[in-house]
């Protein structure tokens, strides 16, 4: 039998709860198999903090979990999150309200590659789970390289079991990397260093300028 297949935008507009809930109620399952969730957030984190008062760009914030941990652990000054599911953006808005963080931040609903940032920059962006769905992904560097003065961090899921059963169980195209299409990738950025690392299921890269 076929299956259904949506965009990425229909496919997370549905599920912001249950993404939510890998942080804040996360089952045995989320703690053993999805434990690259945690340390991108750490990775993000440790990078946001090598800058003074920075701003932040989260692309794909999603239920705004992550956000709104930045904001709290550092002394980040403002956090634009960007996401094309809007049901994930009412969400983060409730959320960074109900932590106290809400005028540091702000949520708006749009696709990273088409919106207009009009010449604002951010000192760190990050892009947490993305990529998986991202066909376009040099293009998507390039604009990442063009709003950032600092660093972007970026996460990348790697071909493997988990692979395998994502596609057998998602309706959205999901797209894998190794190490040589990562470094493939920030060829020509504008960058001084990049930093790759291993984590459960893919790798994260941190690109210093
Ligand atoms: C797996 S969720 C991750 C959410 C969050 N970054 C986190 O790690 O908790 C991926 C999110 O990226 C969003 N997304 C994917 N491609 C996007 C794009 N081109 N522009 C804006 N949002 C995008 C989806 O709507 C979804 O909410």
Redesign the pocket.
Known sequence: MSKNIHT??Q???V??DL?AN??KKPSLFDKTFRKA?YV??AVVLKTIKEFDQPTVL??????G??SVTWLKNTNAKFLLG????ES?NEYARKHAQAEGVGDRCKFIA????K?DFKGEKFTVS?????L???KESRE?MQKMDAVTTGAFVV?WPENGLRMALRRYRYTTPVYHYDEAAIRKLHEGLNIKSLEIMPMQGGRMSVARK
């Not at 960007?82 to 599911?85: G, H, L, T, Y």
């Not at 990050?126 to 993305?130: I, L, T, W």
């Open positions: 990425a935008q496919y997370w507009d599920r912001s993404f890998y942080y969730v991108r957030t989260d692309i794909g914030s999603g239920p979990v992550n960007i996401d094309f599911a994930m749009g696709d990273f590659m919106h990050a892009a947490c789970g993305v998986d769905y991202v998507f996460s």
